[in-house]
C-alpha cells in the first residue's frame, strides 16, 4: 500500500483541476529507493504541459503525474482533459517495478479523475502529439479525422 496522505498531494491535485489557478500539472516521486511514500516532487504550469512534466521524470525512478491537457478541435474549439501519467523508468529494480502497480490503486484514489491513463517508460511515450491522439480517440466523436491525426 503506498503512502499518499500528505496533504500537499491533494492541494496540487486541486489547483491543477481548478480552472482558476495555474498550475498545470503536478509529479509524485518515492521518498526514497525502498519507500512507499509518495510526495509531491514539483508542480508546474505551461502551454505544454505534458511535456515539461516529462523533462522532470528520470529513468532511475518510477513516478505519477497528473496533467491538464488542452488541445484544438477545430479552428474555434479547445479541450481541455486530464491525463494521469505513471512512468516506471528503464532502470528502475523490479520490486519497485512491482510495486508500483499495486501503488497506481492508491494513487488513483487520490488523483481521481482522469480521461485517460498513459503507461510510460521513456520520455518519449509523453510526446504531446501522442498524448493528443490518445484523447481524441477516448474523446469519442472525430469528424475531421483528417486534420487531426
Do not use: C
Not at 499518499?4 to 518515492?30: C, F, G, M, N
Not at 498513459?118 to 483528417?146: H, I
Amino acid at each position: 500500500m503506498a503512502d499518499v496522505k500528505d496533504t500537499a498531494i491533494q492541494e496540487a491535485y486541486d489547483k491543477v483541476r481548478s480552472d482558476k489557478d495555474p498550475a498545470t500539472w503536478l509529479l509524485l516521486d518515492y521518498d526514497s529507493p525502498t519507500s512507499n511514500k509518495l510526495t509531491l516532487t514539483k508542480t508546474g504550469e505551461g502551454a505544454n504541459s505534458i511535456e515539461e512534466l516529462a523533462a522532470e521524470l528520470s529513468d532511475d525512478k518510477a513516478s505519477f503525474g497528473y496533467v491538464r491537457v488542452k488541445y484544438q478541435n477545430d479552428e474555434q474549439s479547445f479541450r481541455e482533459k486530464f491525463v494521469l501519467v505513471i512512468f516506471i523508468g528503464s532502470n528502475v529494480k523490479v520490486m519497485r517495478r512491482a510495486r508500483v502497480s499495486v501503488h497506481a490503486a492508491d494513487v488513483k484514489n487520490v488523483l481521481r479523475t482522469y480521461s485517460i491513463e498513459v503507461n510510460a517508460s521513456s520520455k518519449d511515450d509523453l510526446k504531446e502529439s501522442n498524448v493528443v491522439s490518445q484523447l481524441r480517440k477516448a474523446g469519442g466523436a472525430n469528424y475531421n479525422r483528417s486534420n487531426f491525426t
